[in-house]
């Protein structure tokens, strides 16, 4: 059957690529962005690219966007900034949601029918959808499939995406050890220290505590799941209830910040921001714009730039390019001097004066040994700094 059905794909994109370039006649949904770039249905594709108003774009997701908040729901508010600012109809993207990350049979079913129903390129939104991307890539090499947070790409027509997440870490770290009054930061992780993307955020945020307070402790808790709604909140008082008065996160759910709010302590959100989850707890949020990345990869598809079988780039974005950012800063509750202090560092950032991990500079663990890690690396990233200690 995925034989036939591979067939008959390749015959169904032979004929989309010699059909003529033009806009969709359906309306885009609105969603309040502005457009990143010309919607590319105003003009022929290039050689080999799709028309605007004839690609399909699937989208995997872990959780459910309609929960209005946390990872899943910013990954699809990119989608819907890509549709709007690519001019494509609801028809055109098609989602498969609450698909879980460790069953691998509904990772296949979930993007097999996607296929099935003629997407040109698939998003992956989580962690454990890698290896079975990997495996359906080289099975339908005419789809490209775009991993998200992972390693994995072949170059041909599957890649990763991801970005300099802990620009922005750093930055709420700022916040986070100027607010703290106990000198106790909790962090709720969705995995542990093997887990370099979690790390290097962990660190990151560590290090942004301790540039503004040296004498600041970070307390990590894992619940060794990217989304368990009831772990990340269990999670949040233990590290509340340990001292902690300040909440930092990489998981899923606003959980950790509506629970600092219910125990009268402060907190950090990520993905969205939080502080319409928790107004009375969350500083701040370290937050992603994946509509920059969407558009580019679409975009990419459309012009012929990416090419199924012939050339698929990995992409890691950063502050500078707008896919990394900081959600509201709530003055109200962060410490005098702290928009100031993060808009000083920040500027540094963006204009590529200074990094974070830089790969020259060498961090100091908390075993007293000494790293180096460039940005692109953060995968490798298997220890914590010096002032960061398991719960």
């Not at 690609?55 to 995997?60: A, D, E, F, H, Q």
């Not at 003055?331 to 540094?348: H, M, R």
Request: overall charge negative; some cysteine.
């Amino acid at each position: 059957m995925k034989k036939l059905l591979s067939i008959l794909l390749v015959f169904a994109m032979a004929v989309s690529f010699a059909a003529c370039g033009g806009t969709g006649s359906s309306t885009p949904a609105s969603t309040g962005s502005t457009p990143a770039s010309t919607p590319a249905g105003d003009s022929q594709p290039a050689a080999g690219g799709i028309p605007a108003d004839q690609i399909k774009v699937g989208v995997i997701h872990l959780s459910d966007p309609a929960e209005g908040s946390g990872y899943t729901y910013t990954h699809d508010q990119g989608i819907v900034g890509m549709q709007a600012n690519l001019g494509l109809a609801d028809s055109q993207i098609v989602r498969k949601v609450k698909v879980d990350d460790t069953d691998a049979a509904a990772i296949e079913t979930a993007i097999t029918e996607c296929i099935e129903e003629g997407c040109n390129i698939i998003f992956a939104t989580s962690w454990g959808y890698m290896d079975t991307c990997e495996a359906l890539a080289a099975e339908y090499p005419e789809v490209i499939f775009s991993h998200g947070t992972g390693y994995k790409s072949n170059g041909t027509n599957m890649n990763h995406y991801f970005g300099r997440i802990y620009q922005a870490r750093y930055l709420a770290g700022i916040a986070a050890g100027m607010k703290t009054e106990s000198n106790k930061i909790g962090f709720v992780a969705a995995m542990g220290q093997e887990n370099g993307e979690v790390t290097s955020g962990v660190n990151a945020f560590a290090m942004g505590v301790a540039s503004v307070n040296p004498d600041a402790k970070v307390f990590v808790s894992v619940t060794n799941s990217w989304f368990d709604p009831e772990g990340e909140k269990q999670a949040a008082e233990a590290l509340i209830a340990n001292g902690c008065d300040v909440i930092g996160q990489h998981c899923d759910t606003p959980n950790p910040q509506t629970a600092a709010e219910e125990h009268g302590v402060w907190g950090v959100g990520y993905n969205s921001d939080m502080t319409k989850d928790a107004p009375g707890a969350t500083l701040t949020s370290v937050m992603w714009d994946w509509s920059v990345y969407y558009t580019k990869a679409v975009q990419n598809v459309i012009d012929g730039t990416w090419k199924a079988g012939e050339k698929v780039e990995d992409y890691f974005g950063d502050m500078a390019d707008g896919l990394i950012t900081l959600g509201t800063i709530n003055e109200g509750l962060c410490a005098e001097g702290t928009v100031a202090a993060i808009d000083e560092v920040k500027a540094k950032i963006v204009a590529g004066e200074w990094d974070v991990f830089d790969g020259k500079t060498e961090i100091e663990d908390n075993k007293g040994e000494m790293h180096t890690l460039e940005g692109a690396d953060y995968g490798s990233c298997d220890w914590y700094y010096k002032t960061v200690s398991v719960l």
